[in-house]
């Protein structure tokens, strides 16, 4: 019997549209699901007419593998992920390989890469992204962990992954240990800020503006054709035109109520863990918790006044629509910059070489940010390998000073009218932070001092030197331990 030349576990609609995605591109693959007769249904459906082979157990699927064997999980992440780990290993030999294509948490894979490679197996988690039908035609690949694993996977995740216009796939090595499960997490949670401007934007519009469906419409399907170009962008258009049976368009019909699955927050937790001010995505995730409270906002409106006049209507919309269009643009600037500030973090805390640029590149197709801005991204870091922040790139330095006038303008409508729009002002506030070189947390440490003795720095002293005061006259000379910044 010819061999297999990967083994893939899991079933569902992204498990077996990524395997037929594999046959697609010539590769042989066995699986297994744990309902088995799941994988009876696959061979005989879906896969009919494919080299695919169904096995009943983990035993025969290993057995049909060539080696090193390579065996794939698309599970649910969590104890799935470790329950099949536990049973897999004994049935492996030095230099198989068992990969994670699940939302695995990037610390669980780091803990999961040790275990396995401390038993003389290779350990890979990647990020997948683009939903079903990227599964299917070419999804974004985040690969990492260990690093002797991927000449042995490089073939087969580069031929099924998305291409960008020169051919380059959506999909190359990301780093050690849970690096690729760290990028897609970024990668989610600057999907959560992208929806939310998106649909702070359709807000304004909507209630702000009264702008009909139609003509909303076709505002995001002329975006959709210049910088702001996106798939987000794309079917955001594509929503706003599409009717039920009854002719009615169906966004109006859906419940204001977000769900969300918490790669989001793992991002904003991430963030706060290491220190870096991602403002725009934690909003963007708590925008979604206060959407949950439906009830409660129902409630509220009853008795809960805005501004007066709220509802008054621009004697130009379509000036306002086009100020809409820089504000997205900058805040989109603003949200990359955050996500590129926590992975350039995490690689400083785990050791690890993320490629800033190349990361980009992978998110160019396939994934559900893909977008024309990321090869600017991809252009930013070629010019400067190095480059700190995103906002100090010639190119998005300019774009944010020329949205400026109109970003600030649009916050400032929305504040007067009374229209929620907390990752496009948050994405502001951090835009100000960032460039003023002075900031009030000196009343901060003044403050941590005088009710907890913390200490402070002196602007007039090299950093590193601490100094205490005796503020009331009587709280002595000892102090806590020094702040952290």
């Not at 990524?18 to 699986?31: E, I, K, Q």
């Not at 079917?235 to 049976?245: P, V, Y």
């Not at 909003?283 to 509220?300: G, I, N, P, Q």
Request: net charge neutral; with cysteine.
């Amino acid at each position: 019997m010819e061999k297999a030349d990967i083994g893939l576990i899991g079933l569902a609609v992204m498990g077996q549209n990524l395997v037929l995605n594999m046959d697609d591109h010539g590769f042989r693959v066995a699986v297994f699901n744990r309902t088995v007769s799941t994988v009876d249904e696959f061979v005989k459906g879906n896969a009919k007419g494919t080299r695919v082979i169904g096995t009943h157990s983990l035993e025969e699927l290993v057995s049909v593998l060539e080696r090193p064997r390579r065996v794939m999980l698309l599970v649910k992440a969590g104890a799935p992920v470790d329950a099949f780990i536990e049973r897999l290993v004994p049935l492996l030999q030095q230099g198989d390989i068992i990969i994670d294509g699940g939302n695995s948490n990037y610390q669980d894979t780091m803990r999961r890469a040790a275990l396995v490679q401390s038993k003389g197996l290779l350990y890979i988690g990647t990020g997948v992204s683009g939903g079903e039908e990227g599964a299917r035609h070419g999804p974004s690949i985040m690969p990492g962990g260990s690093p002797a694993a991927w000449p042995h996977v490089k073939p087969i995740f580069q031929a099924v992954a998305a291409k960008v216009e020169d051919g380059s796939p959506c999909c190359d090595w990301v780093g050690e240990s849970g690096a690729g499960h760290f990028v897609k997490m970024v990668h989610n949670g600057i999907e959560y800020g992208d929806m939310q401007l998106i649909s702070e934007a359709y807000h304004l519009m909507n209630e702000g503006l009264g702008l009909s469906p139609d003509e909303m419409h076709r505002v995001f399907a002329e975006w959709n054709r210049g910088d702001l170009n996106s798939y987000l962008i794309e079917i955001t258009a594509n929503i706003l035109a599409f009717r039920g049976q009854d002719g009615e368009p169906v966004l109006e019909k859906i419940l204001d109520a977000a769900g969300q699955k918490g790669t989001g927050k793992w991002t904003v937790i991430s963030a706060l863990d290491m220190g870096i001010p991602l403002t725009l995505i934690a909003e963007a995730v708590l925008a979604r918790s206060l959407s949950a409270l439906k009830d409660e906002r129902m409630a509220a409106a009853k008795v809960l006044r805005g501004p007066q006049g709220a509802h008054t209507v621009p004697e130009d919309r379509w000036a306002f629509v086009d100020d809409l269009h820089h504000a997205l643009y900058a805040a989109k600037i603003a949200s990359y910059a955050q996500g590129y500030m926590l992975m350039r973090a995490a690689a400083a805390e785990y050791g690890w070489n993320l490629n800033y640029g190349g990361i980009a590149l992978m998110w160019r197709g396939g994934c559900i940010i893909r977008s024309v801005f990321l090869g600017k991204i991809k252009e930013a870091f070629d010019r400067d390998p190095s480059l700190r922040n995103l906002l100090l790139d010639p190119y998005f330095r300019g774009q944010v000073e020329a949205a400026q006038p109109a970003w600030r303008r649009v916050v400032a409508r929305a504040v007067e009218i009374g229209i929620p729009v907390p990752a496009t002002a948050s994405a502001l506030a951090f835009f100000d932070g960032y460039r003023h070189e002075r900031l009030p947390a000196n009343l901060i440490q003044a403050q941590r001092d005088y009710f907890g003795a913390h200490t402070y720095e002196r602007v007039d002293q090299p950093r590193g030197r601490f100094f205490h005061t005796n503020w009331t006259g009587h709280g002595g000379a000892v102090t806590s331990t020094t702040y952290k910044a």
